[in-house]
C-alpha cells in the first residue's frame, strides 16, 4: 500500500521560512518523479516543484523560482520542499506526488496535504 505523508506545515511571518517533508511507504523515491504542488482557497491545485527520479533535474513554477528548492534523501525515502521568503500568496495547502514513470507527471499518487499560512 502506498503512502504518501506530508509534514511541515504551519503558520509562519511574510519573510520567514518552512521546510515540508513528504515520507513514503510502499514505494521507492529513488524510482520515482516527485512532485509539489499547492491549493488555495477558491483557486485550482497548481505545480509548484518537481524532480526527476534521477533527482538530476528540477522544474519549478515561475512564482517560488529561487525561493523554494527540492530535494530528495533516498536514505529517509523522502522528498523534502525548502520555501524561503515566504509571501501571504504562498498560503495553500501543499500536497506532494509521485510519478512512477520517473518524470514530471502524469502523478499517480498523492499525500493528504499539509496547511502552509504565512502571515503579513
Known amino acids: 500500500q502506498v503512502q504518501l505523508v506530508e509534514s511541515g506545515g504551519g503558520l509562519v511571518q511574510a519573510g520567514g521560512s518552512l521546510r515540508l517533508s513528504c515520507a513514503a511507504s510502499?514505494?521507492?523515491?529513488?524510482?520515482?518523479?516527485m512532485g509539489w504542488f499547492r491549493q488555495a482557497p477558491g483557486k485550482d491545485r497548481e505545480f509548484v516543484a518537481g524532480i526527476s527520479r534521477s533527482g538530476g533535474i528540477t522544474n519549478y513554477d515561475d512564482s517560488v523560482k529561487a525561493r523554494f528548492t527540492i530535494s530528495i534523501n533516498n536514505a529517509k525515502n523522502t522528498v523534502y520542499l525548502q520555501m524561503n521568503s515566504l509571501t501571504p500568496e504562498d498560503t495553500a495547502v501543499y500536497y506532494c506526488?509521485?510519478?512512477?514513470?520517473?518524470?514530471?507527471?502524469?502523478?499517480?499518487?498523492w499525500g493528504q496535504g499539509t496547511q502552509v499560512t504565512v502571515s503579513s
Open positions: 506526488a509521485a510519478d512512477s514513470r520517473g518524470w514530471f507527471g502524469p502523478y499517480e499518487y
Open positions: 510502499g514505494l521507492t523515491l529513488s524510482s520515482y518523479g
